[in-house]
């Protein structure tokens, strides 16, 4: 939540910290700012809305030439989304005429404290933000004394409790950024004569390849020619100089309308990236997450946790390990995990499901697993995110970078991810066969293809989108594994085209909900599980009966009579516990076109952000 950039260096600093900030919109997107070094001193500029707006009012001001400065798109957490609310804040007594500007990635939890204090001391407040504290903190701290801006800087941080990524100026150096972190992501980004600070690696690979990644409790000197990372003492530190692996192109476009399409297009790649490298010889081999033979032979439970769609996947997954190795297996919301106190033993395993590896309850739950003894391993797509690199093993997606802030193709990925793994420990545990084994690996390794084949219900699903996008509330119901899709696809609907949606078990809505159902309204239903198909007919006769158009997902041996269904969609042969993975995809359409038809901002729905990193 929330996207910061800094950069400086010998070019103009404007353009650069513009596409830096359109790369990390969706992060955030209800203000956005920029503080810069230019020959009037130190200039910023805000405006509520979209980066469209700021670069307007840029423009409009005459535009500005920097050598060095900060930006930042805004999630609103404290305060509505206005100008005066904007990053950057400025530290200073009238808050205004300020010597120091801030941008802020995070939540102060004493900035109510921190604020009275310095109000006592004089210092006059322009917003309703956390984030004005922390510059009037350090311009307090700094001003009259003769010491470098990183120390005060070190020294204002020590106060503040809660979560931040930090970018600090000051006109007493107008070419260097202090940086600073504590449970939300940053990273520097290592130029030629220049550097970079940044939320994520999007923003700095137009310039660069080479990042490193600050710790919790790191500051960072930044500027033109040189980084220094020092620890919360001040000494030294020494980091790993990674490199970004994927190219630019994979953060753009393409020619797509939207990310989002392009990326519930990339799918049948990303299903494989996750899948092709971990199937040899008919078995599911996993090399650098930690799962020995030995530990999967003695989990007792497995607890998965994530938030959203990761959680839904985990819901598959639940069901699939639970299914095939006859293991205990819950699945959680990352945000109550934490404080419903969970009994976690030692032999337990815990998975963790987050497809930017930022999402703060997440982490959370991780750090509460792990401190009570349990493995940890996490299901990841972005590389060296903080979850990655705190949970005892990894599973990386290597979905590519995933742009859309409604998540498509990590979902698939995460279900494949998740497959693997329940193969493989079903495997270790002698609930397969060597044969078993490999006609799952083999039906698993064609999954991608068989996406492809979905993909194609394109043209279908936008036409039954056209029927119902004036709905005012959508239904889906599925049992077992189609209730766990079912949350998916609703989720999908309501989060881009804000029409009311609800997933159903199946059997469940008779017990209240089915009055909500009246003439017109759709309900998708999901048939995708022999045992239940028969089940899932008698729902389907429920709601029709009471004037409802049902739209029904099924696979190809249901054999139900589908006369009382508007529109029947077919997915190809697959084991059937795999099938979410083939009937979330024409969901994904539906909600993609009915969004568009509604004119709603598809890759940018409202009040929405992709890395949540408050809890
Ligand atoms: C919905 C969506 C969210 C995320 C959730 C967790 O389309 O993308 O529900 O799944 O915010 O995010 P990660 O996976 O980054 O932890």
Redesign the pocket.
Known sequence: MCGIVGFTGQDNALPILLKGLYSLEYRGYDSAGIAAFTEHGLEVIKSRGRISNLEERIRESGGMHACCGIGHTRWATHGEPSDRNSHPHLGGKDGKSGKIAVVHNGIIENYLELRERLEAHGYVFQSDTDTETVAHLVDYLHTGKKEDLCMTVLKAVSMLRGSYALGVVSIDDPHEIVAARRDNPLIIGLGEGENLIASDVTAIISRTRKYIILDDGEVAVVRPDKVTVMNAFGDTVEKKVQEVTWDLSAAEKGGYEHFMMKEMMEQPRAVANTLHPRIQDGKVVFEDEGLTDDRLAHIKHIHII?????LHAGMVGRSVIENLCRVRCTASVASEFRYENPIIEPDDLCIVI???GE?AD?LAAMRQAKRAGAYTVAIVNVVSSTIAREADGVLYLWAGPEIA???TKAYSAQLGALYLFAIKLASVRGKLTAEQEKTLCDALYHIPDQIEQVLKTKEQMQYIATRYANRASIFFLGRGLDYAAAMEAS??LK?LSYIHSEAYAAGELKHGTISLIEEGTLVVAMATQPELYEKTISNIREVTSRGAEVVLVASEDFEGDTSYCSYVVRLPKIPHMFTPSLSIVPLQLLAYYIAVERSCDVDKPRNLAK??TVE
């Open positions: 994530g938030c959203g769609s990761a987050s497809q930017s999402t997440t802030v409604a998540t989720l999908k989060e890395s949540v």
